[in-house]
């Protein structure tokens, strides 16, 4: 039996591309494995958003090698290729740094992963074409037994790429321009995920919510229809799109906040920064004041939404007086969470050039406040839970024997003891205690809806 490693750095449309080429593996008699060591075949799924990411992929490849090496002396060969944003920004680069390397495939061709491995046993080989074909039409669909082991959440992508061309970012040159999947491909797969016993679905993209796929009646369909048409979807119980721009949510997506129960109220939607200066810089086409008013209109919409965002500190230019603006717009909306980075200048993007390059002291210390504000409001968010009760759908065995760990809706992990439920239930809980990255309760009734 051969057995394949898969590693995915990044993002979750890295976890969900992860799953996918396991699917075409599989269909060549691969199984994978959770260790390196016994693997015939080592992918790495790469992630090229900040240096540090693409880094560490060198320092990754460096052990794999030895790795190789001691395979070989043992008399096993090992395949190793590196896919993802890295191989498709640098390509042939990667095998001049790491020879040991067999194969680099782009994102777009993981479909072809048979064929070229093929290829590569005769050479070294590269693949990072960006065809406009639809790849996602050639992958094959996994097994229910796949799909469970998986979990009762699952990812699907249904757009790539980005045509927005934030001046900081590498996304449009590694994953191309904007496409969305046919509505009829996205909800064959949907409805596929649900009969294996699927429930909570996320729909991916770069920038999701610019979705505009081809829908069955001939017109281009929103993301605010192609949910409403998922909600439908028997077993779908709750769903969730990451990530989106400002820019692009547009009334209907807001309305489907308000109006379809199975849309969570969670929300990941990045600002940046609060500066207008530093947006209009990073060429992010709004002000701190209109994404202030959104989230308004937002919460008009459904008053109890958990907002989450992605914060840059230090990008070129950012003068204390602009970074004080971003906390501002941090205090003023209160974010449920967030993730945020020092500034890494990418090879190819404008702000790479740009004069005002801000010391990393600096940016370690606007880092350091302002995760420690929204840690504070983080808290804040979860204590405010303590003695409400919540629907959580459990997803995991906890920690300790008789623990059942799952989310809310609003995103919260949470804890329960309970010998009577099971993975898949979607149970009513009382929260008793907020902890620091969990919240702990007790079921107050028999299962919701049994998995
Ligand atoms: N430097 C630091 N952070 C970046 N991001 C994107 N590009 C960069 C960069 N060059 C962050 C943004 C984006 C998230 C996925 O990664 O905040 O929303
Ligand atoms: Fe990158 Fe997101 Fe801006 Fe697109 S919208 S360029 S993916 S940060």
Redesign the pocket.
């Known amino acids: 039996m051969k057995k394949v490693h898969i590693k995915s750095y990044g993002c979750q449309m890295n976890v969900y591309d992860g799953q996918r080429m396991a699917d075409v593996l599989g269909q060549e008699g691969y199984v994978e494995t959770a260790t390196p060591d016994d693997a015939d075949l080592i992918l790495l799924n790469t992630c090229h958003i900040r240096e540090r990411a693409a880094h560490k992929v060198y320092t990754e490849l460096g052990k794999l090698r030895d790795l190789k090496r001691e395979r070989k002396a043992q008399g096993r060969e090992t395949q190793l290729v590196v896919a993802g944003c890295v191989a498709q920004a640098e390509g042939a680069e990667i095998q001049r740094r790491q020879p040991a390397v067999d194969l680099v495939i782009g994102p777009q061709t993981y479909h072809r992963l048979p064929e070229l491995l093929a290829q590569a046993k005769g050479g070294r080989v590269v693949d990072t074409e960006l065809p406009p074909e639809d790849k996602f039409g050639h992958l094959p669909a996994p097994k229910p037994a796949a799909i469970l082991a998986r979990g009762v959440s699952a990812f699907v992508t249904v757009q790539e790429g980005?045509d927005?061309?934030?001046a900081f970012?590498v996304?449009?040159y590694t994953r191309g321009a904007e496409f969305s999947r046919p509505v009829a491909q996205v909800i064959a797969e949907v409805e596929r995920l649900a009969q294996a016993g699927v429930q909570d679905v996320s729909l991916l993209g770069?920038?999701v919510n610019a979705y505009h796929g081809d829908g069955p009646d001939g017109r281009v369909w929103t993301l605010a229809r192609l949910m409403r048409r998922i909600a439908e979807a028997p077993g779908i119980a709750r769903i969730r799109y990451t990530?989106s721009?400002p820019r692009d949510m547009d009334e209907a997506l807001i309305a489907a906040h308000r109006d379809l129960p199975q849309v969570m109220p969670f929300l990941h939607l990045p600002v940046q920064a609060g500066s207008d200066r530093i947006l209009a810089a990073m060429n992010r086409k709004h002000t701190g004041d209109e994404y202030r008013r959104l989230i308004d209109r937002i919460r008009e919409a459904r008053p109890d939404i958990a907002l989450s965002s992605d914060f840059i500190v230090g990008f070129p230019g950012e003068s204390d007086a602009d970074f004080e603006e971003t906390m501002r717009l941090i205090a003023d909306v209160r974010f449920a969470s967030a993730y945020s980075f020092k500034y890494s200048p990418r090879p190819g993007t404008p702000a790479a050039e740009l004069s005002g390059q801000i010391p990393s002291a600096v940016m370690d210390e606007r880092l350091y406040r302002l995760q420690a504000l929204v840690e504070q409001h983080r808290q804040e968010f979860n204590h405010a839970m303590v003695g409400r009760t919540v629907e959580v759908l459990l997803e995991r065995t906890g920690r300790h024997p008789g623990q059942l760990a799952g989310k809310t809706p609003y995103m919260q992990a949470v804890q329960i003891e309970s010998a009577t439920h099971r993975i898949g239930d979607r149970v009513l809980v009382e929260i008793e205690r907020a902890g620091s990255n969990s919240l702990f309760g007790r079921a107050i009734e028999q299962p919701v809806l049994a998995a």
């Open positions: 980005c927005k061309f934030c970012c996304v449009p770069q920038n990530t721009h």
